[in-house]
């Protein structure tokens, strides 16, 4: 598959320069994943990630998990991080029959892979579906494959927010990231003074709090604790799919535009080069019938010298 996306498309307007452009990015991407793999360390991926261009970072995203995959190792995001939660998608999902996700994992009807459980065929559970929206157990369990996977991350203390992701304000989930960050969640109550707004951890990561009010005042004793989605490999393939796709759209748009201009050219060129030619055979059209109306006139004072000469001579 690589080899046929690296190769050089027949209908580019310059497949030598295309490959070599592609060669040298392959070059830089395989010294940064040399690097990166042998150290292990993912805040030295992600620093190299941001010096690329958009362009080359997703084509190292993309490059790091074929070569992972070579390698043996995981170089997608389906397997859990160790700061990974998951929460159902939607928080009150029932299927058809009136079960919630809850059941589902209980009553081994499916499983954390997305499968069917070993006791579904005796669940008596066909649809599965909620009437409304028709979205799946496997699509809005967590406990079944699906939910919506984040990662918890820490902001820096004194901050309402963090660098990336949004400040956690789920009181379940702020729950489950207590945990993640080996803390302790103390309790949920509405301060508008005292506590930043949303879930909030203390210096030494000891107690975790979810201040409810929208607001509520930074604090210097206080990090934001923020949720940032994870992508899947599917979903990442898919958006590598994209912008392959706007990145051919981009290069056929440069061509036609490059290919129009040329054509405009050519055209004026012509247009010079037949103006051109038109006012030379008028200038020589003029200068022509100029000689012929000299000539005529020489012509004509010819004849009238001869014709006054002879009547002189017949007087005489």
């Known amino acids: 598959r690589e080899q046929l996306w690296m ?3 027949p ?20 010294a940064a994943l040399v690097t990166i793999l042998a150290c292990g360390a993912p805040a030295l991926a992600a620093k190299v990630k941001e010096a690329l261009p958009h362009g080359e ?16 190792v995981s170089g997608g995001t389906a397997s859990p991080t160790n700061n990974e ?8 999902w029932k299927s058809s029959t009136g079960h919630p996700c809850s059941d589902y994992v209980s009553l081994n009807w499916c499983t954390p892979s997305g499968k069917y459980g070993s006791a579904w065929e005796h669940s008596g559970e066909v649809a599965a579906l909620t009437k409304s929206d028709k979205v799946s157990a ?45 803390a302790q969640f103390s309790m ?18 000891q107690s975790v709090w979810l201040n409810t009010h929208s607001e509520g005042n930074s604090h210097g004793g206080y990090a934001p604790i923020c949720s940032v989605a994870v992508k899947d490999t599917a979903e990442e393939d898919a958006e590598d799919d994209d912008d392959d796709e706007d990145d051919d759209d981009d290069e056929d748009a440069a061509a036609a535009a490059k290919a129009a201009k040329e054509a405009k050219e050519a055209k004026k060129e012509a247009e010079e080069a037949k103006a051109a030619k038109e006012a030379k055979e008028a200038k020589e059209a ?30 005489e």
Request: hydrophobic share 40%; net charge positive; aromatic share 2%.
């Open 286 to 315: 003029k200068e022509a019938q100029e000689a012929k109306e000299a000539r005529e006139a020489k012509e004509k004072a010819e004849r009238e010298a001869k014709r006054k000469a002879a009547i002189a001579a017949a007087k």
């Open 138 to 182: 496997f699509d809005a369990c967590c406990g079944c494959g699906g939910g919506n996977r984040m990662t918890v991350v820490q902001g820096a203390l004194g901050a309402q927010e963090c660098k990336e992701g949004e400040v956690i304000r789920d009181e379940q989930l702020c729950r489950e990231a207590a945990g993640k960050l080996s």
């Open 188 to 205: 949920a109550a509405h301060w508008p003074v005292g506590h930043p707004a949303g879930c909030h951890v203390d210096p030494q990561r």
């Open 11 to 30: 209908d580019r307007a310059a497949p030598v320069r295309r490959s070599a452009a592609i060669a040298m990015k392959a070059a830089r991407q395989a």
């Open 85 to 92: 939660v998951c929460m159902d998608s939607p928080r009150d």
């Open 7 to 9: 190769a050089p498309r």
């Open 57 to 72: 970072a997703r084509s190292l995203r993309r490059g790091r998990r074929n070569v992972a995959a070579l390698l043996g």
